[in-house]
């Protein structure tokens, strides 16, 4: 693409009335535009048949439609695909299809790799590479939802893949606000969940989106001694802070904060641990969402016995909690939680294991 050439998957409806204006076009091709790249997923303007001959030759001379590449789409006997799809840059990152949970759900990722460092996810190893653009993220749905047959259909997203939404905060809720247009895949903000270690002033902003996706805060542990261990970020924003800023947030009637909980045994899965959580949760319209660790090669933390994961599931039910516990799905093709990673987050896929966290 050359330098002058404008990428058309970066930019929402206005902008690009705004390009086809200065360019001598007429606005209304940016909604027709809009409908051929997400809803059909055609990115090649020569195919964009309701235009004028005329105006596809003008539309490929200015113009480019970036999409990611899919490189690989490994299935899972239980109907999990995990993609790994290859951007410009040849930078790779990893997004999993999750069907009836019970709706269709993609867990795409919003950075390659990631700074926030948690202690039981490899991807934080790697470090943040780069933000993906408001077009990558948005790029990864349009890419999902046409590899699986969903873009007539509604589906879930999940903020859970590679990365800290929040962290990405601009480009993420860019790509929110392009995924929501009519003119598009339509997704409706009840449809996606934001999930974050709980970076406070990301949480204040984002308290005031006009479109707000679900919240799932990612904690992990209840203290901040622990917390710390596991979460780093939590040595800048303490259970407190985060806590205080979950209770001010601004939840709609029937809506409730997801908080989830990685279960190590023997670190953070005792009774006295859920005792502890049931109580810091108290006043929150909060969820929870127990996810027992998948092990892999790297992670230095076991699985709990499903014993011990029923027993820390009930103290929260007894104390008027909702409680779920994330089935592991697409383990045969490690998309299951905490095993996504791109090496390197570079050309050559290899172990692929992470934990970023997906929701079942
Ligand atoms: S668990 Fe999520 S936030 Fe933490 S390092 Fe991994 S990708 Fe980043």
């Not at 926030?116 to 993906?132: D, E, Q």
């Not at 014993?307 to 104390?319: S, W």
Request: proline content about 5%; hydrophobic content about 40%.
């Amino acid at each position: 693409m050359s330098a002058s050439r404008l990428n058309l998957a970066e930019l929402d409806i206005p902008e690009i009335e705004s390009a086809l204006e200065e360019r001598g076009c007429e606005r209304f091709h940016a909604r027709q535009l809009y409908r051929w790249i997400y809803k059909r997923a055609v990115v090649d303007f020569e195919t964009m048949t309701d235009l004028s001959k005329d105006l596809r030759a003008r539309l490929a001379a200015d113009f480019d439609v970036v999409t990611p590449k899919v490189v690989s789409d490994l299935r899972s006997i239980d109907g999990t695909r995990k993609f790994v799809l290859e951007l410009a840059d040849e930078r790779r990152i990893e997004a999993v299809f999750i069907p009836d949970t019970p709706a269709m759900t993609f867990c795409i990722s919003t950075q390659v790799g990631c700074a926030m460092g948690c202690g039981f996810c490899l991807t934080g190893k790697m470090g943040l590479v780069r933000n993906l653009t408001a077009g990558e993220i948005a790029g990864e749905v349009r890419v999902l939802a046409a590899a699986t047959g969903m873009l007539d259909h509604r589906f879930n997203i999940v903020l859970m893949g590679m990365g800290e939404p929040l962290h990405n905060y601009d480009q993420t809720m860019k790509a929110l606000r392009m995924l929501h247009d009519e003119h598009g895949l339509a997704v409706s903000p009840r449809r996606v969940t934001l999930s974050t270690v709980g970076i406070v002033p990301g949480l204040q902003r984002l308290a005031h989106e006009p479109l707000m996706p679900n919240l799932a805060i990612s904690l992990h542990a209840t203290t901040d001694e622990q917390r710390s261990e596991l979460v780093p970020p939590n040595r800048k924003y303490p259970l407190a802070d985060i806590l205080e800023t979950c209770r001010r947030f601004p939840l709609k009637k029937r809506s409730r904060i997801t908080f989830e909980y990685v279960l190590l045994a023997g670190v953070n899965d005792s009774p006295e641990d859920a005792r502890r959580l049931a109580r810091l949760l108290s006043g929150i319209k909060a969820k929870v969402n127990l996810i027992p660790l998948n092990p892999a090669p790297g992670i230095p933390y076991e699985r709990p016995s499903d014993e011990r994961v029923d027993r820390f599931a009930q103290i929260l039910a007894d104390r008027h909690l909702t409680v779920s516990v994330r089935k592991s799905r697409g383990q045969d093709i490690r998309a299951a939680c905490g095993q996504l990673i791109v090496e390197g987050g570079v050309k050559r896929s290899a172990a692929q294991q992470m934990a970023s966290l997906l929701q079942s």
